[in-house]
């Protein structure tokens, strides 16, 4: 969690609020429990109690009963969203390029390794995630989907260690990971069909068994995370000083 004056309860609520304004998790997805919350934010229960009372408040969450229930998402933005996200993605910023910059040359490292120890099982089996990908409907199906895919690739590098350095990187920037964020309504039809095309390419070179091509493909593919968090950043960096210069004219 960022080290500055913010309250304990408001650096948790800035997160969870920029988990789902990025796409980490889409209306309808349920949030993890309180308890695993907790434990992926290294703070108390109680806290994660009262950041989510936050949320809900500010209508991003719902909360349904009985078995099956939780906290779900209702929307990915709010009119108080812009300034959790710049807050959260500001002081982040320096720490998400050098992770992200990190994770690019660990997928690179492990579609190679899939393209060269892959067998006809993980074919058979990357053949299919791929496809189910590409049938998958979009928003919650794709983003569900694309993780089993990058999963089968891991599956098929056989390299247990390169496996746990990504599962660690990815939990320092996705709180559920490794679900990957998935940007907002309006590009996430572009931003998944750029995804299929780039997945139809690495899951060829894995098959063809061409490591070097792999490598580059998958490095190449995993800048759409930046890209995503970039253009969650920009978006509220502008309507945080659209909103103080309206202020500013009402003041004067």
Known sequence: MPQDSTPLVGQISDR???????GEFLPGSRLPAER???????????????????????????TQRGR???????????????????????????????RLEAMRSLHGAIARAAAEHRDDDDVVVLEQRREEYRAAASGRPKQSADASLHSAISDA?????????????????????????????DG?????????REH????????ERRPDDADVIARDHARIDLELLEAALHRAERTAL???GGASGTDR
């Open 16 to 22: 969870l609020i920029t988990a789902i304004a990025t």
């Open 36 to 62: 695993e919350l907790a434990v992926l934010l290294h703070v108390g229960r109680t806290s994660v109690r009262a950041a989510l009372a936050v949320l809900h408040e500010r209508g991003l969450i719902e």
């Open 68 to 98: 099956g229930g939780g906290s779900f998402v209702r929307v990915q933005w709010t009119a108080d969203s812009h300034a959790a996200v710049a807050r959260t993605l500001q002081a982040r910023w320096g720490d998400i390029e050098d």
């Open 157 to 185: 590098a056989k390299n247990g260690t390169l496996q746990g350095m990504l599962l660690s990187l990815e939990r320092e920037i996705s709180i559920g990971a490794p679900r990957h964020v998935w940007g907002e309504p």
């Open 188 to 196: 996430m039809a572009a931003s998944e069909e750029r995804a299929l």
């Open 200 to 207: 139809d390419r690495l899951v060829a070179a894995i098959v």
């Open 242 to 244: 659209a909103v103080q």
